[in-house]
T-cell receptor, first 112, second 114 residues
Framework: GQNIDQPTEMTATEGAIVQINCTYQ??????LFWYQQHAGEAPTFLSY????GLEEKGRFSSFLSRSKGYSYLLLKELQMKDSASYLC?????????????FGGGTRVLVKP | DAGITQSPRHKVTETGTPVTLRCHQT?????MYWYRQDPGHGLRLIHY???????DKGEVSDGYSVSRSKTEDFLLTLESATSSQTSVYFC?????????????FGPGTRLTVL
């Protein structure tokens, strides 16, 4: 089976940095995704990591350590519009239908 | 943005009635998925399809069936709705063309079973 853990909720201040951790246990790991989901809306793709290291996209960065089963999403220069849930998901090698397994999501609240 | 629509967007129904949700895509993607999202559980896969008439079960398939007669349409049916099926349902599409086969999500259907 697979197990994906994320904190349920985090609070941060506008302009600050927040790091959202995701740990996973899965056989045949083949990549990790981060999605952003605003309340009442659909999830939208943020990043994909399959190799160890840091991927940077503007204010958002995602890190992966395959040996530790660990990823984080780093949000810099927080803005009020970054208040949302952030979903971690993993995929496996030759997963039938290219399925993803999602963690429970982390709700981030940005305060002024 | 990927062209995915879901209908209806909201539905209220009574226990025991059949319900069909529709997902329509204009991207010609091979893979289509139905998820439900509930507080404390995140997104859970109900059924998925890897081609026309090719479907398989996800982790929470009991009480649901699906059909895919055309590439662009994926239907989710609750044969006899129960209150435990009150949820937000998301359809997603995917292909191997993206970075690591990311999935794109439709706007969701909020279903309430009374």
């Amino acid at each position: 089976g697979q197990n994906i853990d994320q904190p349920t909720e985090m609070t941060a201040t506008e302009g600050a940095i927040v790091q959202i951790n995701c740990t996973y246990q899965t056989s045949g790991f083949n990549g990790l995704f981060w999605y952003q989901q605003h309340a009442g809306e659909a999830p939208t793709f943020l990043s994909y990591n399959v190799l160890d290291g840091l991927e940077e996209k503007g204010r958002f960065s995602s890190f992966l350590s395959r040996s530790k089963g660990y990823s984080y999403l780093l949000l810099k220069e927080l803005q009020m519009k970054d208040s949302a849930s952030y979903l971690c998901a993993v995929t496996r090698i030759k997963a039938a239908g290219n399925k993803l397994t999602f963690g429970g999501g982390t709700r981030v609240l940005v305060k002024p | 943005d990927a062209g995915i629509t879901q209908s209806p967007r909201h539905k209220v129904t009574e226990t025991g009635t059949p319900v069909t949700l529709r997902c329509h895509q204009t991207e010609n993607h091979r893979y289509m998925y139905w998820y439900r999202q509930d507080p404390g559980h995140g997104l859970r896969l109900i059924h998925y399809s890897y081609g026309v008439k090719d479907t398989d079960k996800g982790e929470v398939s009991d009480g649901y069936s699906v059909s895919r007669s055309k590439t662009e349409d994926f239907l989710l049916t609750l044969e006899s709705a129960t209150s435990s099926q009150t949820s937000v349902y998301f359809c997603a599409i995917g292909s191997l063309a993206g970075a690591g086969n990311e999935q794109f999500f439709g706007p969701g259907t909020r279903l309430t079973v009374l």
